[in-house]
């Protein structure tokens, strides 16, 4: 079956790095991407791999093995506001997206 | 960037009546549009693929005479919660996407609660 396996929740302190980590299970492979989600609001694009490696925007990276079946996203310089829920999504032979139940992020002062 | 609008963000109906929801993709063609439902601290369940032309597909478990999807455009879609109850007082959300492997862009969901 498909699955895709991110922690449930996190918490670390404001301007440290914290790195959420996803593995997938998906009937072929055509991209993953991670999301943002403000609680009450509609996720937000952060994030699409598809080749391995490291792909970095500012204070938020995307990194991708598909030979492992994993990404993970890292944040630094963490800000208050990064205080979300973290989905990771996988892209599978159909183009369908599988999604991950999200991880909560806690940010403390 | 890409934009989609959805309307209206918040809604609340007696039980028995209808809602329509609308989702536009304001700045490019989406061919496909797909539709979410969301209860509070859970995942994105997604309720229905919507493609303009044709008949939705839905999924699993979501009764198709319920929740009448129509992509009349390559611009909108739209979501009607037909004879509504308190149990699909949920948060409904959006999304398009310019191609198969071009991000899912979402709208910024409707909250609908049902007296």
């Known amino acids: 079956g498909q699955n895709i396996d991110q922690p449930t929740e996190m918490t670390a302190t404001e301007g440290a790095i914290v790195q959420i980590n996803c593995t997938y299970q998906t009937s072929g492979f055509n991209g993953l991407f991670w999301y943002q989600q403000h609680a009450g609001e509609a996720p937000t694009f952060l994030s699409y791999?598809?080749l391995d490696g490291l792909e970095e925007k500012g204070r938020f990276s995307s990194f991708l093995s598909r030979s492992k079946g994993y990404s993970y996203l890292l944040l630094k310089e963490l800000q208050m506001k990064d205080s979300a829920s973290y989905l990771c999504a996988s892209l599978d032979s159909n183009y369908q997206l599988i999604w991950g139940a999200g991880t909560k992020l806690i940010i403390k002062p | 960037g890409a934009v989609v609008s959805q309307h209206p963000s918040w809604v609340i109906c007696k039980s028995g009546t209808s809602v329509k929801i609308e989702c536009r993709s304001l700045d490019f063609q989406a061919t496909t549009m797909f539709w979410y439902r969301q209860f509070p601290k859970q995942s994105l369940m997604l309720m229905a693929t919507s493609n303009e032309g044709s008949k939705a597909t839905y999924e699993q478990g979501v009764e198709k005479d319920k929740f009448l999807i129509n992509h009349a455009s390559l611009t909108l879609s739209t979501l009607t919660v037909t004879s509504a109850h308190p149990e699909d007082s949920s948060f409904y959300i959006c999304s398009a996407t310019e191609g198969e492997v071009s991000p899912l862009h979402f709208g910024n969901g409707t909250r609908l609660t049902v007296t």
């Open positions: 791999n598809v």
